[in-house]
């Protein structure tokens, strides 16, 4: 439930529009509701700022669905990563006004996004990849930050094989306030760009490559082992943790100049 509608319930109390019973019966669902094949999390925006999100692999359709359906009943803004097509049909045939990010594999029911941290966004949040595919992953971030209320900018198909690409857009660069860097095979974009701006950069290394990369550990060592200052690591292929993680920052309130 979101912070809003119990202020909302406990003034009605106060004011005897409600009664002690009803408002209990309202709030009987906190904190969570168990629907036996999951606990369906009703007090995750009160306690962190933004609701529950639903990771879709490994749920049937319907689950997702039910579960949808819950976090909305609380008049939560309902996310749903790595979503396939038919887990999109099923819930847009549940929810009209859902709408499908089928190149992140987002799923997003509109309702109130929650505040993941005090304030305001302080600036722009710049999405970078380093070639076209590593777009699932850098996309999945950029909806995830939209969407939980921050500013989102691009800049796709910049990796290190044509640095030019990049330089031509340092003044992106040099005016976003966060960057995420997604990119894969030996991942060395992350370290470019944190050698280039004082931003705090986040870099997710996706599992695009060939064997060697072992599915984006490469990567994922060489953003590990960055020499560049002021980079922090995701895991393979965790554009919503980079996103949700990037908007903390940006609604930190400092505006990096």
Known sequence: MEPERIRELLEAVRRGDV???????????????????????????????????????????????????????GGSKVLATRADASVAAAVRARFAEAVYH????????????????????????????????????????AVVAEELGSPVDRLYDVGVAGLHRLL?????????????????????????????????????????GYGASFGGLAALLTMLNSCAAGVAVMNIDNGFGAGYYAHIVNQCGCRHE
């Open 168 to 208: 031509d857009q340092k003044d992106r660069l040099f005016s976003a306030n966060v960057i995420v860097v997604a990119a894969g095979m030996e991942g060395a974009l992350a370290s470019v760009v944190g050698g280039l701006v004082r931003r705090p950069v986040i870099a997710v290394p996706t599992s695009v």
């Open 102 to 141: 089928e190149r992140a594999r987002i799923l997003v029911v509109p309702g109130e996004p929650g505040n993941a941290s005090p304030g305001r966004p302080a600036g722009v949040i710049l999405v970078v990849s380093a070639g076209t595919a590593d777009l699932p992953v850098a996309e999945e971030a």
């Open 19 to 73: 009664s002690t019973e009803a408002a209990m019966e309202r709030l009987r669902a906190l904190p969570y509701e168990d629907l036996g094949y999951a606990r369906v999390d009703q007090h995750r925006t009160l306690r962190t700022g933004a609701p529950e999100v639903v990771y879709c692999p490994g749920k049937t359709a319907d689950q997702v669905v039910a579960i949808a359906e819950r976090l909305s009943a």
